[in-house]
C-alpha cells in the first residue's frame, strides 16, 4: 500500500469539514493491515495533499482504492454532496466512469465492513475501468 492511497482516504474524510472516529478508525485499519506503521498513517493526517499519478496503477490497486474510498464515505452513515464530488473525482483519476460509484454505494451501503465478497465485486466493476 502506498502512502497515496491513505491520503485519499484521509481527504476524503477531510473534505466535510469533520473527521469522525470511525472514520479514523478505519483509515488506521487499513494502513495497519497493509503494513504501515502508526508514524506513516500519522503523517498521512497530517499532509494528505501527498498523492501520485492514479492512472498508472494496476487494476488490483485501483480496485482497492475505489473500494475503500466508498467504504470510507459510507461508514458515518450519511452521505455528503462533498464527499460524493471527492468520490467521482477520484474514480475519475482513477480510471472509472463515474457510474461506478452507484454500484459500489449499493454494493457496500448495507455493511461497510463487507469484506466477503470483495473479489466477485471487483469483476463485476471492472466494466467501468476505461482502458
Do not use: W
Not at 13 to 29: N, R, S, T
Not at 64 to 73: A, C, E, H, W
Not at 80 to 106: H, I, N, Q, R
Amino acid at each position: 500500500m502506498s502512502r497515496t492511497h491513505l491520503n485519499i482516504l484521509v481527504q476524503l474524510a477531510k473534505v466535510d469539514g469533520v473527521i469522525v472516529q470511525d472514520e479514523i478508525d478505519l483509515i488506521k485499519q487499513i494502513g495497519e493491515a497493509n503494513g504501515m506503521s502508526s508514524e506513516e498513517i500519522s503523517a498521512c493526517f497530517d499532509d494528505p495533499d501527498d498523492t501520485e499519478e492514479l492512472k498508472k496503477l494496476s487494476d488490483d490497486d485501483k480496485y482497492d482504492y475505489i473500494y475503500n474510498i466508498v467504504q470510507l464515505m459510507k461508514i458515518d452513515g450519511r452521505l455528503y454532496k462533498e464527499e460524493l464530488k471527492f468520490c467521482a473525482k477520484m474514480s475519475s483519476k482513477l480510471g472509472y466512469d463515474e457510474e461506478v460509484l452507484m454500484e459500489l454505494m449499493l454494493k457496500v451501503y448495507a455493511d461497510p465492513h463487507i469484506t466477503t465478497d470483495k473479489d466477485s465485486l471487483k469483476s463485476a466493476i471492472q466494466k467501468y475501468l476505461k482502458k
